[in-house]
């Protein structure tokens, strides 16, 4: 990896950061190869570092998925003091752990400049939004392994007589997503198929109880209910999935984690202003003034999805229309 201005900045950081202070010997008898990372980044893009957010990341010649578990602090630029932090914006320097989806060799930064640096990269157009420099591997669990089972999901769906599959619908808040969601569960009950219906309200209730509405909250809700939504594929469900699910990065994510044609997006193309007609819980009144923070389609984005398998128009469609539409889409795909 070439040596370029951004670097200079970072090293240059550190340097100052760690003058007059000994270096810690993090690096004795640490695994050299390892998929947990403590490392110091700058941030380059526009758009903020979001933790739990997946990029993409290049170190020396291996490239893999990476996620930022922790943002430690950020680091004051001009004073070198460590500041709380929930996001780093551009031009911000931070310090982080750093979950990556496979084990990667590495040296830390103060023993190679080469092996010890890498680049991050937005996801979805692979334009590099990082700079990092690795400190040293994080202690984690080694021992751990993938345990095959005999049941796996062939067998539970030859069981069940039909293929699991995700249907992942995405809109904004009163665009109908719970009420077809529930409908089309209804229908695939009735036509003897085994599912489950996973709503954004109700997770919240449990599993997320503990997330708010903030980016990086955003993020970790989908995140777990994307590995949730996996488990009940591989147990031979049809899974519905009803959240906002409002970044497209998110989206990807979730999409990633499964096989293809496993993975179906239906988005629920509702006009905000019939959205906010339809506001019985007057969420868009108290967003609009000022009442509700972090709404999606008010202060907090919703960035429409490009491809989508299916899309419902649903202005003044039918009910019954728009879930039969998904029944023709799943019969035509062998799904029931």
């Not at 070439?2 to 003058?19: A, G, I, Q, S, T």
């Not at 070198?80 to 496979?102: I, P, R, T, V």
């Not at 990269?121 to 751990?144: C, E, K, P, T, Y």
């Not at 496993?262 to 000022?290: H, M, N, Q």
Request: proline letters at 3%; glycine letters at 6%.
């Amino acid at each position: 990896m070439p040596k370029n201005e951004h670097f200079d900045r970072l090293y240059e950081l550190l340097e100052k950061v760690h003058d007059g202070h000994e270096s810690p010997s993090k690096t004795e008898d640490i695994p050299k190869v390892s998929d947990q990372l403590a490392a110091y980044i700058l941030w380059l893009d526009v758009d903020p570092l979001i933790p739990e957010r997946t990029y993409s990341i290049l170190l020396d010649t291996q490239s893999t998925t990476v996620q930022v578990t922790d943002l430690s602090f950020k680091i004051d630029a001009k004073t070198h003091s460590q500041l709380a932090a929930k996001k780093l914006f551009q031009n911000e320097y931070g310090y982080c752990k750093l979950s990556l989806g496979q084990k990667v060799s590495f040296d830390a930064y103060s023993e190679s400049q080469i092996k010890g640096s890498f680049e991050i990269f937005d996801s979805l157009n692979n334009s590099i939004v990082g700079i990092g420099l690795i400190d040293f591997a994080l202690r984690r669990a080694q021992n751990i392994s993938w345990h095959e089972t005999n049941i796996n999901q062939e067998v539970r769906s030859i069981n069940k007589k039909q293929k699991p599959c995700v249907l992942w619908f995405t809109g904004l808040s009163g665009s109908g997503k719970s009420t077809i969601a529930d409908d089309l569960e209804k229908k695939l009950y009735e036509l003897g198929k085994h599912t489950m219906l996973l709503d954004g309200d109700n997770v919240r209730h449990g599993l997320n109880r503990d997330l708010g509405f903030t980016d990086q909250d955003r993020v970790e809700n989908i995140r777990r209910i994307a590995e949730v939504s996996k488990l009940m594929v591989s147990s031979g469900l049809i899974t519905i999935v009803s959240f906002i699910s409002p970044f497209r990065a998110e989206r990807v994510m979730a999409r990633n984690l499964f096989n293809d044609g496993e993975f179906i997006e239906v988005y629920i193309d509702t006009p905000i202003e019939v959205c906010e007609a339809r506001d019985s819980k007057g969420l868009y009144k108290k967003a609009r003034a000022g009442k509700l923070k972090n709404f999606t389609g008010i202060d907090s984005d919703y960035e429409e999805p490009e491809m989508s398998e299916i899309v419902l128009q649903n202005s003044d469609a039918k009910i019954d229309d728009l879930v039969n539409q998904i029944l023709d889409y799943l019969s035509a795909h062998s799904k029931i």
